[in-house]
């Protein structure tokens, strides 16, 4: 068959600017030689409707082992008694345990979107926010930090059946005991969506949400640096009699109820190839050099958060727990948007996001603040000593934002930089 060039030229052109680049976008990650390869593979071609032992096909012998592996390898890093690794996306296991928990209509408590929650956890636009009533609670003005009197509040108010914990662009430890206290204060269940902390948290370095939530999902892509895709997971309270009551009037355990919300409510046919690829991260993660992958990018951000505020930035709530933080740029350059500063500086090979700060006087289009992270660095294998330097850059980046020159000249210093950190091999 004759190559494909128009679409593999492209995707040597998208390797290159990931090569040459410096990577800030906290929700990414480079993913293994061998993460690539899996998802690669001919597990592809293959339909495997339902779970390990119990499928619709027929010729699914291999793609139960690999998913067994799958799943008893993110049992074994978060400590769960129960796994779904099938989940297309973060956004799909977060719609799939909305649908168990919730009937249409009903209440539940989330971040709110613009001070740090993701689109999964009741915007307007998604299907959370279409199909239930979502609450959201906020983070305080002088702190940056959950406001957890107010979620307590809210709770008592519209006794919601759910309290969602877990954000996009909140860089503290989250208090999942208070929010856990708050949920069984009024009969809620909790979930904890630990998508962005969640190779931090598989690495030991911040508190597990199993041991105080209901449900927790995540997706696998971020700092947990596996390929894209989404799990759900069931710790403690898994043999607790909290069944659900269907609408049939029959009691199920969550565990059951989960994966038919997944296969087939949510979803058809798992992607085998993407599973054998979570089989592989998962047990990455599993090696003692991971904790010191994980140990490095807290370590990175913390310098990083530290550098920014020596050049004069407000980062909210002061500094960073984890692998992120929320720049906040009206105290250094009141007229400048997150999105201006997001097109200057990719083109200066620097790339992050824009992203609304809490009580943003700007439209989610424009924002007044950008989100940077650093697994996607870090896993290039840069150091704190470079932190400094990569903010500076970003600096004179954004003090130049109309000189072409000076914004190219960036460019290059950050192609010569980063040619010290080779990519893999692939
Ligand atoms: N949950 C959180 C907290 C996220 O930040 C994201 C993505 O940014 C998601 C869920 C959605 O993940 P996906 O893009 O895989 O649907």
């Given at each position: 068959m004759k190559r494909d060039t128009l679409v593999f030229d492209i995707i040597k052109k998208e390797h290159e600017r990931q090569l040459g680049g410096i990577e800030l976008i906290a929700s990414e990650n480079f993913v293994s030689e061998q993460v690539l390869e899996a998802m690669g593979s001919v597990m592809t071609n293959k339909y495997a409707e339902g779970y390990p032992g119990k499928r619709y096909y027929g010729g699914c012998q291999f793609v139960d082992q690999t998913e067994q592996l799958a799943i008893d390898r993110i049992k074994e890093i978060y400590g769960a008694e129960w796994a779904n690794v099938q989940p297309h996306s973060g956004a799909q296991a977060n719609a799939a345990v909305l649908s168990v928990i919730l009937n249409p209509g009903d209440a539940f408590l989330g971040l709110d979107l613009s001070h740090g929650g993701h689109l999964s956890h009741g915007s307007p636009v998604n299907s959370s926010g279409i199909l239930y009533n979502p609450i959201a609670y906020k983070v305080k003005e002088d702190t940056g930090l959950v406001d957890y009197d107010e979620m307590e509040?809210?709770?008592?108010?519209?006794?919601?059946?759910?309290?969602?914990?877990?954000?996009?662009?909140?860089?503290?430890?989250?208090?999942?005991?208070?929010?856990?206290?708050?949920?069984?204060?009024?009969?809620?269940?909790?979930?904890?969506?630990?998508?962005?902390?969640?190779?931090l948290i598989a690495a030991g370095l911040l508190d597990n949400p199993l041991k105080y939530a209901h449900v927790v999902t995540s997706t696998t892509h971020k700092t947990l640096r596996g390929p894209r895709g989404g799990i759900i997971l069931i710790g403690k309270d898994f043999e607790n009699p909290w069944g659900i009551t269907t609408k049939k009037g029959e009691v199920r355990m969550m565990s059951s109820l989960l994966d038919s919300s997944v296969f087939p409510g949510q979803q058809g046919g798992p992607l085998e190839h993407v599973i054998a690829a979570?089989?592989?991260?998962?047990?990455?993660?599993?090696?003692?050099?991971?904790?010191?992958y994980q140990a490095q990018v807290k370590k990175n951000a913390a310098v990083m958060a530290q550098a920014f505020v020596d050049l004069g930035y407000k980062v909210i709530s002061g500094g960073t727990d984890n692998h992120s933080m929320l720049i906040d740029l009206r105290t250094k350059y009141p007229e400048i948007t997150g999105k201006i500063v997001e097109n200057t500086i990719v083109k200066a090979e620097i790339t992050v996001n824009k992203n609304m700060v809490p009580f943003d006087s700007r439209s989610p289009f424009l924002t007044s603040g950008l989100r940077v992270g650093t697994p996607a660095i870090t896993t290039r294998g840069v150091k704190e000593d470079l932190m400094p330097v990569i903010v500076q850059l970003i600096d004179d980046a954004i003090a130049n934002i109309e000189n072409e020159k000076m914004i190219h000249s960036i460019g290059e210093k950050v192609h010569s930089l980063m040619k010290d950190y080779p990519l893999f091999a692939y």
């Amino acid at each position: 068959m004759k190559r494909d060039t128009l679409v593999f030229d492209i995707i040597k052109k998208e390797h290159e600017r990931q090569l040459g680049g410096i990577e800030l976008i906290a929700s990414e990650n480079f993913v293994s030689e061998q993460v690539l390869e899996a998802m690669g593979s001919v597990m592809t071609n293959k339909y495997a409707e339902g779970y390990p032992g119990k499928r619709y096909y027929g010729g699914c012998q291999f793609v139960d082992q690999t998913e067994q592996l799958a799943i008893d390898r993110i049992k074994e890093i978060y400590g769960a008694e129960w796994a779904n690794v099938q989940p297309h996306s973060g956004a799909q296991a977060n719609a799939a345990v909305l649908s168990v928990i919730l009937n249409p209509g009903d209440a539940f408590l989330g971040l709110d979107l613009s001070h740090g929650g993701h689109l999964s956890h009741g915007s307007p636009v998604n299907s959370s926010g279409i199909l239930y009533n979502p609450i959201a609670y906020k983070v305080k003005e002088d702190t940056g930090l959950v406001d957890y009197d107010e979620m307590e509040a809210l709770a008592i108010e519209h006794k919601p059946k759910l309290i969602i914990g877990g954000a996009s662009a909140y860089s503290r430890e989250w208090d999942y005991k208070r929010m856990r206290e708050i949920a069984d204060k009024i009969g809620a269940l909790f979930m904890v969506d630990m998508a962005h902390p969640a190779g931090l948290i598989a690495a030991g370095l911040l508190d597990n949400p199993l041991k105080y939530a209901h449900v927790v999902t995540s997706t696998t892509h971020k700092t947990l640096r596996g390929p894209r895709g989404g799990i759900i997971l069931i710790g403690k309270d898994f043999e607790n009699p909290w069944g659900i009551t269907t609408k049939k009037g029959e009691v199920r355990m969550m565990s059951s109820l989960l994966d038919s919300s997944v296969f087939p409510g949510q979803q058809g046919g798992p992607l085998e190839h993407v599973i054998a690829a979570k089989a592989v991260a998962f047990g990455e993660a599993l090696l003692p050099e991971y904790k010191e992958y994980q140990a490095q990018v807290k370590k990175n951000a913390a310098v990083m958060a530290q550098a920014f505020v020596d050049l004069g930035y407000k980062v909210i709530s002061g500094g960073t727990d984890n692998h992120s933080m929320l720049i906040d740029l009206r105290t250094k350059y009141p007229e400048i948007t997150g999105k201006i500063v997001e097109n200057t500086i990719v083109k200066a090979e620097i790339t992050v996001n824009k992203n609304m700060v809490p009580f943003d006087s700007r439209s989610p289009f424009l924002t007044s603040g950008l989100r940077v992270g650093t697994p996607a660095i870090t896993t290039r294998g840069v150091k704190e000593d470079l932190m400094p330097v990569i903010v500076q850059l970003i600096d004179d980046a954004i003090a130049n934002i109309e000189n072409e020159k000076m914004i190219h000249s960036i460019g290059e210093k950050v192609h010569s930089l980063m040619k010290d950190y080779p990519l893999f091999a692939y």
